[in-house]
């Protein structure tokens, strides 16, 4: 797979022309813009930019109030609601997170639902966010995509279903931890495709339970109409599937059934409903729930624990949730974000049916 480098100012760039171009609010592009550039920073490539293709297949199609403004449904001390009227998940998450942490400094702990709403890229961010303004953070979120089989189905009838959490450190970047309730994310088996490479094995079987290594079979399964799915995290009963499951249920619980989201997999749901995702934020102070000092003293002492336990491989030391994405993003920052070269040639077609600037700029050598 060819891939070139880009300088990071200039993908954030080619976000903002794109989405900027299909209609949205300069306020919201800049939210959205800097989520995206987030992750393809942090080595997340899955939820950075590239999504905007998958954004554009799902635009034509209707549903997506790209100029949809948020209203807030229900608010009180600890809790509040916020419809996103249709609107990309990136910008009313992050309002939903600054809530949140405004309400559990008050409360101690506080959570925000929010319904209606598309695709809000990875949980993590959310979670972080959070986190650097000295909160704990839980996040879950519903999905559109049916593309999960419960341990033991012929067919996909639950999503991905991502949660993540984030913890503050007073002399250090948070601990942020993000998964997808799948075995992987479904977004990974799109860059499988485009670089044409196999799917690993158990990450995604057919009707018959059977694992899947072609990445064209996969996407289809995935994507498409034919039978099978992802399978939980765990792949395999022996291995653990039903906790996958378990978590992929709870993820909707709270992201779905309490925010108001529709439950994508649902049997009674018309086929031509507008898609209705759900995210929950919970935000939690952990100074209104003892000495402060003493909480940041116990996080060191985890930390350097973790740190310190030996290694079956020397050159491979014990890290904690976010250390690899810290260390991918100072590399990128200077080094660029590398893009595959189909990757680039969707951008820039999608650029053009836009009528967007095209802008981005290989990093120079």
């Given amino acids: 797979m060819c891939k070139t480098s880009y300088t990071p100012d200039s993908v954030k760039a080619q976000a903002a022309e794109i989405l900027s171009n299909w209609g949205m609010s300069a306020d919201n592009v800049a939210l959205t813009a800097e989520g995206m550039l987030d992750c393809d920073l942090r080595g997340i490539d899955t939820h950075g930019i590239s999504l905007l293709a998958l954004y554009d297949k799902w635009r034509v199609s209707g549903g997506f109030a790209l100029d949809a403004t948020d209203k807030l449904l229900r608010d009180g001390p600890s809790y509040a609601s916020i419809d996103a009227q249709g609107g990309l998940g990136f910008p009313v998450s992050v309002r939903a997170v600054e809530l949140a942490c405004k309400k559990a400094r008050e409360t101690g702990l506080a959570a925000v639902t929010v319904k209606n709403s598309r695709h809000f890229g990875a949980a993590g961010y959310y979670a972080r966010l959070g986190a650097e303004q000295g909160m704990m953070l839980l ?6 995509v049916v593309c999960m089989v419960p341990p033991g189905a012929a067919d996909a009838v639950l999503g991905t279903n991502p949660l993540a959490y984030a913890m503050p450190r ?4 948070p601990v942020v931890f993000d998964m997808a309730t799948s075995t992987a994310a479904g977004n990974k088996i799109r860059l499988y495709q485009l670089s044409g490479t196999p799917v690993p094995e158990g ?33 395999t009963p022996g291995m653990g599937a039903y906790k996958g499951y378990g978590l992929a249920l709870m993820g909707h619980f709270l992201g779905g059934t309490l925010a108001g989201g529709d439950f994508a997999g649902s049997k009674n749901r018309p086929a031509d409903a507008a898609d209705n995702i759900g995210h929950f934020f919970l935000a939690m102070d952990p100074a209104k729930f003892r000495d402060l000092a003493a909480f940041e003293a116990d996080m060191c002492d985890v ?47 999608i650029s053009t049916e836009a009528g967007a600037k095209f802008v981005l700029t290989p990093q120079p050598e």
């Avoid at 996040?139 to 559109?144: G, I, Q, R, Y």
């Avoid at 079956?312 to 070269?341: F, N, S």
């Fill in 139 to 144: 996040v879950a979120t519903s999905t559109k």
């Fill in 203 to 235: 990450w995604v079987v057919d009707h018959e339970g059977k694992s899947v290594t072609d990445p064209d079979i996969a996407s289809e399964i995935v994507y498409g109409s034919r039978p099978g799915g992802l399978t939980p995290l765990g792949a």
């Fill in 303 to 349: 930390d350097e624990s973790l740190r310190a336990t030996p290694a079956v491989d020397p050159d491979r030391p014990i890290l904690l949730p976010g250390d690899v994405e810290r260390k991918v993003a100072d590399q990128r920052r200077t080094e660029g974000i590398p893009m595959a070269d189909a990757l680039v040639d969707q951008l820039k077609r």
């Fill in 170 to 173: 007073q002399n250090g970047a």
